[in-house]
């Protein structure tokens, strides 16, 4: 009985030393992806509106008018809008109006993690404006504002349709950016 005794507990000590190297591998989980999206190549569109002023969208943007003062620019393939707005105003109005998108703008530094302005000014085409650059899991990743400084004023934010998460809507995002640095460059008054 003693020998079996003795080839229990070799068995027991091979079978515990084989458990304790047999794991030697740590264990490390596979970090959470997201869905590749792939992007078309920028391609540009000018769009006439019923507004003194016209610039081009994205080809594969729709726009939408949804009333007289505005204008939505709609993404269905990234599930986003670009809502811009436009007003006739006179030149002591054009502050006042710049102050509030200003504020706006940074009603969102709660969930911001940074926020760019980036001034834009063409002479030739009487177009000023500020480029606002949202990093972080905010609701509007970009705003602009455009004017003539003395009659109109345009603004715009963009959305998207989906909870904010700064990682997964990042390519999306940095799309979008392009289109709406695009429309800036290409904005004119009529």
């Known amino acids: ?34 869905f590749r999206v792939d992007l078309p190549e920028h391609r540009y569109k ?4 019923s507004f003194p002023c016209t610039f081009e969208i994205a080809a594969m943007a729709k726009p939408e ?25 006179s030149t002591s109005k054009i502050q006042e109006l710049a102050e509030d998108a200003r504020k706006a ?7 911001a993690d940074d926020i760019k302005e980036v001034v834009y000014e063409n002479r030739e085409k009487k177009v000023y404006g500020t480029f606002y650059d949202l990093k972080g899991n905010v609701a509007s990743v970009v705003q602009f504002v455009l004017t003539d400084s003395s009659e109109h004023f345009f603004r715009g934010a963009v959305y998207f349709n989906n ?28």
Not at 1 to 22: H, Y
Not at 105 to 111: D, N, P, S, T, W
């Open 46 to 49: 000018r769009l006439e509106t």
């Open 105 to 111: 703008v940074y009603k969102h530094l709660i969930k």
């Open 65 to 89: 008018i949804p009333q007289q003062a505005g204008i939505n620019i709609v993404y269905p393939a990234l599930n986003a809008t670009i809502y811009c707005n436009y007003q006739a105003v």
């Open 1 to 34: 009985m003693s020998r079996i005794k003795t080839d229990a507990v070799k068995i027991m000590f091979f079978v515990l030393a084989l458990i304790c190297t047999g794991c030697a591998e740590n264990y490390f989980p596979k970090p959470y992806g997201y």
């Open 163 to 190: 909870v904010p998460n700064k990682d997964s809507i990042a390519p999306m995002a940095d799309y979008i950016k392009k289109d709406v640095i695009h429309l800036m460059e290409s904005f004119s008054w009529k």
